[in-house]
């Protein structure tokens, strides 16, 4: 059984003539009547009867038009839409914190309002989550700021990034510069296990022989920024996520003059998935925004 067979068999079940729809399908009428035939054959039932020199539906027949009728037309549709250059299908994304809370989401929504037959799933996660799910499948790409360490995925680097530590005490920020040593052994706010920001933190101390007196640890940066209005306490975050609280002048920046926490912003495919075009456009979106926004501050 073929699209043809069906393709004639509905042409022939709106127009009951032959002649008419051999001409509308560029065959002969002997090609109408043998395709008709062989549906009929494989279905293991009569669609038409035969009256005089003509056919008209019989009962089978006209169940069958009347349920089939809407799904070749729903197939068609969907073949021109793939065809097209419009953009259709799923998208299943995530990102971590950072890049989820203050980055991503104005994307997302130019995306949808230009596309708007495209149907968007996303999530935030730590890092080592969002790498996990790129590699079981469960997300077609992923967005991070931690390192990745997957021989399953492909990772595309798309911006770097600052860290800065900040605190709410005015003073005590305007009296550096620092020796990163000297801030240690204050009450430091952190992220969890797995977190990007987290990991590029006390990798950098670490090269350095060092490693910060944690008195918190929290799951996401609200938490952070609360706890960080008591005074004593400091935290290395994205400018990103205190980009209000600086301007209000609420934390201050606390400079150190001889460590940069610097880190990357990556994209995570799985190796062995291919990209589709609606994929790519999603990733040249994204691309374009990092290249317009300056992130450093």
């Known amino acids: 059984m073929t699209?043809?067979?069906?393709?004639?068999?509905?042409a022939l079940a709106r127009t009951p003539n032959m002649r008419e729809v051999a001409s509308r399908l560029y065959i002969s009428q002997a090609g109408v009547s043998s395709a008709?035939?062989?549906?009929?054959?494989?279905?293991?039932?009569?669609?038409?009867?035969?009256?005089?020199?003509?056919?008209?539906?019989?009962?089978?027949?006209?169940?069958?038009?009347?349920?089939?009728?809407?799904?070749?037309?729903?197939?068609n549709d969907s073949l021109a839409i793939v065809v097209s250059d419009v953009m259709v299908g799923d998208l299943r994304l995530g990102a971590s914190t950072t890049l989820a809370d203050y980055v991503l989401p104005q994307i997302l929504y130019d995306f949808k309002k230009k596309h708007s037959l495209v149907s968007i799933s996303f999530d935030s996660a730590s890092t080592k989550e969002i790498v996990q799910r790129v590699e079981d499948g469960t997300l077609d790409m992923g967005f991070v700021e931690g390192d990745v360490h997957s021989l399953?995925?492909?990772?595309?680097?798309?911006?770097?990034?600052?860290?800065?530590?900040?605190?709410?005490?005015?003073?005590?920020?305007?009296?550096?510069?620092?020796?990163?040593?000297?801030?240690?052994?204050?009450?430091?706010?952190?992220?969890?296990?797995?977190?990007?920001?987290?990991?590029?933190?006390?990798a950098s101390l670490m090269c350095m022989g060092l490693s910060?007196?944690?008195?918190?640890?929290?799951?996401?940066?609200?938490?952070?920024?609360?706890?960080?209005?008591?005074?004593?306490?400091?935290?290395?975050?994205?400018?990103?996520?205190?980009?209000?609280?600086?301007?209000?002048?609420?934390?201050?920046?606390v400079p150190v003059?001889?460590?940069?926490?610097?880190?990357?912003?990556?994209?995570?495919?799985?190796?062995?998935?291919?990209?589709?075009?609606?994929l790519q456009s999603f990733s040249d979106a994204v691309q374009a925004t990092f290249n317009l926004v300056k992130l450093n501050f």
Request: glycine letters at 6%.
């Open 3 to 10: 699209l043809r067979y069906i393709e004639i068999f509905l």
């Open 36 to 75: 008709i035939r062989e549906f009929e054959s494989e279905l293991g039932v009569s669609l038409f009867d035969r009256v005089g020199r003509g056919v008209r539906l019989n009962e089978k027949g006209r169940l069958l038009s009347s349920n089939l009728s809407p799904l070749y037309r729903q197939l």
């Open 152 to 202: 399953k995925t492909k990772v595309m680097p798309l911006s770097d990034e600052r860290l800065v530590i900040v605190t709410s005490d005015r003073d005590f920020a305007e009296a550096g510069p620092y020796p990163i040593a000297s801030l240690t052994d204050g009450n430091w706010l952190i992220r969890q296990e797995g977190s990007g920001t987290r990991n590029t933190f006390l």
């Open 212 to 253: 910060p007196k944690i008195f918190l640890e929290f799951s996401n940066n609200d938490a952070i920024k609360s706890v960080l209005y008591n005074k004593g306490t400091l935290a290395c975050l994205s400018p990103l996520v205190v980009a209000s609280e600086l301007r209000r002048k609420e934390f201050f920046i």
């Open 257 to 278: 003059y001889d460590v940069e926490f610097s880190r990357t912003f990556k994209l995570v495919t799985h190796r062995e998935c291919s990209i589709t075009p609606l």
